[in-house]
């Protein structure tokens, strides 16, 4: 897995190194060099510095709904048998990651994992059919600063009826290019935005309840 440093942790190395070279004079590839004891702890508290401010960020991994499901539960259930990818997963992903539905294996479904969250859905553009996603709620999370979103990629109307919650730090975003998208739950976004992306003329259809105030409660 990739990982990434960002530019606050650049300039962080930056200023360690700057720092490492005012205390060793100008020099920080001398081992042999004699440093005073002052000078030697303050190197030492910036190289401290410079790890703790340097840390790695991993992107999250997508997981993608198998062909060779058993049933259209998310989670074993009476029937077993694997359901997700990476991992041949029985059981559901772990929380805060993607999901993927990129084909017509059971489409109609069943969220039957309880307080599970995810960052994606993403219904994929090898999907040709219609695909109803019901059962317990879902709570959606940002990943840094990137929104949390429901994506359909394919060119015919999703649905999604489950209970949802956005995140309390930043906007859900709804991305219909492709086809239309159905929400018929509940949906509070934590006292966020919603931010719808479309075009051609598709359309996003609330047919619950939808509210921007956080209330406490819900979803998990």
Known sequence: ????QTTPNRLAALAAVVVLKNLFGGNIMNPMQRIPRFNRLGALAAMAAFVILTPVTQAQTLYDWQT???DGNWMRGINNGP???PGTLWD???VSQDLRFNNDTYTTMTNNV????VHKIWFGSSATQTRTIAGNDLAFVDYSTIYPLIVNDTT???TISLNITGSPSYPLEL??????????GTLN???QDLHVLGNNSHTLTLGGDCFRQRRSGFGG
């Open 114 to 117: 309880t307080s599970y969250n």
């Open 175 to 184: 991305r219909v290019t492709s086809g239309n998208l159905t929400l018929n």
């Open 189 to 191: 976004n934590n006292g």
């Open 1 to 4: 897995m990739k990982t990434k």
């Open 156 to 158: 015919v109307n999703q």
């Open 83 to 85: 359901r997700w990818n």
């Open 92 to 94: 559901a992903p772990p």
């Open 68 to 70: 060779t499901a058993p």
